[in-house]
């Protein structure tokens, strides 16, 4: 992790490895500036009970006790990293709104297998950054606790997401047609979130929450380009 005097890696080589993994599941038809310097941290009391530590997506949190669980310093929090894990936690929440609200009228069985993977992804992350945020004591968004909390319409500015409008309209859309909507809405809301992740990685300082932008630019890229097809063959 970046020490006090160092700088984390710019966005192109944070993101070199994530472009290259997507030429390559491309290739192979798969289906599946500087920011601010990190400012020192101060020391912080025993904790008296125990201590969760969130992992990344997919890996067990860990319970830590007695000395394990005694910080040595209370993390020092960059704005950009943690207004990007509170977007991010918005942002993922429609999306799963999208996919609960149109799944059963899927008629496509590639389009229905990748909308139930995007949720299945993505709930993870949500209750990672919300955990991250949590242990750090910052604002964490009601939609961490349910995707339907919260007004999205709020959030309207959010790069990618989708209006109320086009909510309604995938909330009661059937046949193909609803395959095809789903698709395009979720190629734009891919589409933003890519772009947040580039602001988190040019002001963003953590390793932690730049590591899990890396993993988000490289998945929904992949994504965007799989329902590229998709909606190109259902056109």
């Known amino acids: 992790m970046p020490g006090p005097a160092t700088r984390p890696l710019s966005l192109s080589r944070r993101l070199a490895p994530a472009a290259a993994l997507v030429a390559a599941l491309a290739v192979s038809g798969c289906t599946?500036?500087?920011?601010?310097?990190?400012?020192p941290a101060t020391t912080a009391p025993t904790p008296s009970g125990p201590v969760i530590q969130p992992k990344k997506p997919g890996e067990p949190n860990a319970t830590l006790t007695g000395s394990d669980a005694a910080p040595v310093t209370?993390?020092?929090?960059?704005?950009?990293?943690?207004k990007f894990y509170q977007d991010?936690?918005?942002h993922h929440s429609q999306a799963i709104v999208m996919v609960e609200s149109v799944k059963d009228r899927l008629t496509d069985t590639q389009v229905k297998g990748l909308a139930e993977r995007i949720a299945a992804e993505q709930e993870p992350e949500v209750a990672a950054m919300a955990a991250w945020l949590k242990e750090r004591k910052q604002d964490v968004p009601p939609q961490a606790t349910n995707p339907r909390l919260g007004d999205h319409s709020a959030h309207a500015g959010m790069p990618g997401m989708a209006t109320p409008a086009q909510m309604k309209q995938l909330s009661t859309v059937s046949g193909p047609a609803a395959d095809q909507l789903f698709l395009k809405l979720m190629i734009t809301h891919h589409e933003g979130a890519l772009k947040m992740v580039e602001e988190q990685q040019a002001k963003g300082t953590d390793e932690y929450v730049g590591d899990i932008s890396s993993e988000i630019y490289t998945t929904q890229s992949v994504q965007i380009r799989m329902m590229q097809q998709m909606l190109t063959r259902l056109s």
């Open 32 to 39: 599946g500036d500087d920011g601010a310097e990190s400012l």
């Open 88 to 90: 991010m936690i918005v």
């Open 74 to 82: 209370t993390p020092t929090v960059n704005p950009a990293d943690a």
